[in-house]
């Protein structure tokens, strides 16, 4: 583990240095969004050093053809992928005539930093050159939350100590390439590339041979010198369009520019409208000007604030590491688009394709549902039943009834091309309805069900039910050749999370269809009702284990801890029979049914299987320490429970599982606000009223939270021996601290312990 960028601050993310060898995954730390587009943290300059440039665009995407060494019947026809999109970030510098190279020069100051309470990014460095002597180079950006098609950047050069002959070349550039392409492929044709003012280019996803909308993309730009006595002109070739400044300046004088940047894309739009409504909103917003679009991006980000932040007092790496991962997932979704999902990687990085896992609804689901407006969780779930048809064809072609919903999606139909996860890791299914009952729960409203979510639950349930096998030898049901979560155990039979989420997917299904008088066939119903009835758990009443599939208790049970150091993480340096026979689990797989259900458990059963099962885990998957760290809470291992946190929290920010230079992970980022929330605030509402159960760790003075329920703005602070809450908006509600029911008007104080 190392920390990335080592100076630690409550709200900002401080690089001071430039490491070459550290590149990537600090790209990735300073990556920047507004759930419309975003980008890497790359520099403005040219870099020849290790690096990723990535600039995405939400929804657009291009289906990859699937590379595979052997196909098998049902294999997904592709691999989507979301796009890197042309480069309107860069500034091309020179001095003298030669062409800066940041890995190549001298760089004899630096300072970056990304202040998350207004979404901006600011940097400056002094550059020793032989050409031009030392120069300050200066430059902002962000993508703006109040106009979502607009990008803005500031960019200055200064002299210090020489007279230097300074250009700059920005504006549009179309000769980009995706790293993870299967073969190669640029996926841009270049429709139109205009000089002008404002510069424009348009681009459009080649053609494919799988009946996938093509997506055109246009990109206006318009650059102003704000300070400085320049020469302009304008540079294009066939994929690029690039405005460049000439200046002489001697010390103390510098080169100021501002650039907009709108982008507008055919999901919005018929394509021949791009041109004309890129321009109006260009010109809408440069009129506004840099300083003025810069105030309302932020107020609007202050405002998001408001509503979401976390304060941990006496732990500035958790305070850091909370609003990191919570200013990432804002950056990345809105809730604004219904056709859009979250991305495991948001704008970060291309691993995973940029599509739809499961990640959203297990974990990111109850992070928006508890920090904005319902309307936001209600286009998470409103993604998922504009999808069901596809769902219930990807059923259809592993030869089931219902649905089954894709692993990895942008549209509905399958895109992942792994087969023991693509068509066994079944649990996914089961996500799509526990977000359905969380939406139910906390908002306490049936209508989504009554009127949508009825539809998902009974082809959910209609699938489980045509995919378990019955033993007759036995008398129950089963569920053969699965994957559960920990997918270092692939094609397993009866994992315990896969088959308990079946049956409870059956029997919320039933409920409300008896609720609702959902036209459902007494046979079929019946049959549901057996399935559930009879679905096997192979639990162990004298050590309270549930076995996380058969056969676990036939490896030989070693604890990760005598794993020499060099060998993690297992995926680098074991071979994948290796792993497949050892014990150790990637990702919480039993202990996750104790988060879903923390209700349906005793404090026994969770205790014994947190103590059999995590010593067991390796934590290669970013879905693992906060769901760890959940229960633990819950078991009353204070110690697990920060240890967990921690690693949650950070995962990114001091890359833990040596990955963030592919991207930072941010669906498994609300996971950290899980373990806050729902771990050491004990936050529950299962039972139909909002309750807590506080345990702030021994190393906080305080954690506070601000949390959106029902209509009313909640902010609750709690240390080992007080629990807090305050009303900030709303009416009057009841609430629950401990088991004590209480009213909270304005203010409540409760004693603890």
């Known amino acids: 583990m190392k920390r990335i960028l080592p100076e630690l601050d409550p709200f900002r993310l401080i690089q001071t240095s430039v490491d070459h060898r550290e590149n990537r995954p600090t790209e990735a730390v300073m990556s920047l969004g507004n759930g419309y587009m975003g980008a890497r943290g790359n520099y403005e300059e040219d870099y020849t050093g290790d690096t990723l440039k990535g600039i995405y665009v939400a929804g657009v995407w291009m289906p990859d053809k699937t590379r595979v060494g052997w196909w098998k019947n049902g294999y997904p026809r592709y691999y989507g992928k979301v796009i890197n999109a042309p480069d309107f970030l860069m500034f091309h510098l020179y001095v003298n005539g030669r062409r800066v190279d940041l890995a190549r020069t001298d760089i004899e100051t630096f300072r970056r930093t990304v202040d998350m309470r207004t979404g901006v990014m600011d940097r400056e460095m002094v550059l020793r050159t032989e050409e031009g002597g030392r120069l300050r180079i200066t430059s902002s950006r962000f993508f703006s939350i109040d106009i979502r098609q607009i990008a803005c950047m500031e960019y200055a050069v200064e002299a210090l100590d020489g007279t230097a002959s300074v250009a700059v070349e920005t504006g549009l550039d179309a000769n980009v390439r995706n790293a993870d392409a299967n073969y190669g492929e640029q996926f841009w044709d270049v429709n139109a590339v205009e000089a002008g003012s404002p510069l424009y280019l348009e681009s459009e ?449 001091d890359n833990f599982n040596a990955d963030t230079e592919d991207g930072l992970h941010i669906t498994s980022m609300a996971g950290s606000w899980i373990a806050l929330a729902h771990g050491f605030a004990g936050m529950d509402y299962q039972r139909g009223v909002l309750a807590f159960a506080p345990r702030c760790p021994q190393h906080w003075k305080q954690l506070k939270m601000r949390l959106v329920y029902r209509g009313r703005l909640l902010e609750i602070r709690f240390n080992a021996r007080a629990f807090h809450c305050e009303l900030l908006e709303g009416e009057p509600l009841e609430i629950e601290v401990d088991g004590v029911s209480h009213k909270v008007e304005t203010i409540l104080d409760c004693p603890l312990g």
């Not at 760290?629 to 078991?635: D, L, P, R």
């Open 205 to 653: 996803t080649i053609e494919n041979a799988f009946g996938v909308p093509r997506f055109a993309v246009g990109f206006s730009a318009l650059t102003r010198c704000a300070e400085g006595a320049v020469r302009r002109e304008t540079v294009r070739s066939e994929r690029a369009v690039f405005d460049r400044f000439e200046a002489q300046l001697a010390p103390g004088e510098a080169l100021r520019l501002e650039k907009v940047v709108s982008v507008v894309t055919s999901r919005d739009m018929e394509r021949g409208q791009l041109r004309a409504a890129g321009a109006e909103i260009l010109r809408r917003a440069a009129s506004d000007g840099a300083e003025l679009l810069r105030a309302r991006h932020s107020e609007a980000w202050r405002a998001r604030w408001k509503k979401c932040d976390v304060e941990i007092e006496g732990d500035v790496a958790a305070q850091q590491g909370i609003r990191f991962n919570l200013f990432q997932l804002w950056s990345t979704y809105d809730g604004s688009d219904e056709r859009l999902n979250i991305g495991p990687k948001g704008f970060t990085g291309e691993k995973y394709g940029g599509a739809a896992y499961y990640d959203t609804e297990g974990y990111c689901f109850p992070m928006f549902l508890a920090t904005a407006s319902p309307e936001i969780a209600l286009s998470l779930l409103k993604f998922r039943f504009n999808i069901l048809d596809k769902a219930k064809e990807n059923a259809g072609r592993i030869g089931m009834r219902g649905a089954l919903y894709p692993m990895v999606t942008f549209d509905g139909e399958e895109c992942h091309n792994e087969w023991e996860i693509t068509f066994e890791e079944l649990h996914r299914n089961a996500a799509m309805i526990h977000a359905i009952y969380n939406y139910t729960c906390y908002t306490g409203d049936e209508s989504y069900i009554r009127d949508f979510g009825i539809h998902v639950m009974v082809e959910v349930a209609r699938f489980w039910a045509c995919r378990a096998s019955y033993n007759p030898r036995k008398d129950c049901y089963m569920l053969l050749g699965v994957t559960g979560p920990n997918e270092y155990d692939n094609n397993v039979n009866n994992n315990f999370l896969t088959n308990y989420m079946a049956k409870w997917c059956i029997e919320y299904a039933l409920e409300y269809v008896e609720k609702f008088a959902y036209p459902l066939p007494a046979e079929e119903a019946r049959h549901w009702r057996e399935v559930a009835e009879k679905m096997y758990l192979n639990y162990d009443e004298e050590t309270k284990l549930f076995m996380q599939q058969d056969g676990f208790m036939d490896k030989e049970l070693v604890p990760a801890s005598r794993i020499p150091e060099e060998e993690l993480p297992l995926c680098k340096h074991w071979s994948w029979d290796r792993i497949l026979r050892s014990c150790f689990i990637k990702q919480a797989d039993v202990v996750l049914a104790f988060y879903y259900f923390p209700h349906r458990f005793t404090l026994e059963q969770k205790q014994a299987n947190f103590r059999f099962y995590e010593p067991f885990t390796v934590h290669e998957s970013s879905l693992s320490p906060s769901m760890y760290s959940t229960v633990a809470s819950a078991c009353g291992f204070a110690d697990d429970a920060y240890r967990l946190y921690q690693r949650a929290a950070r995962l990114d920010l």
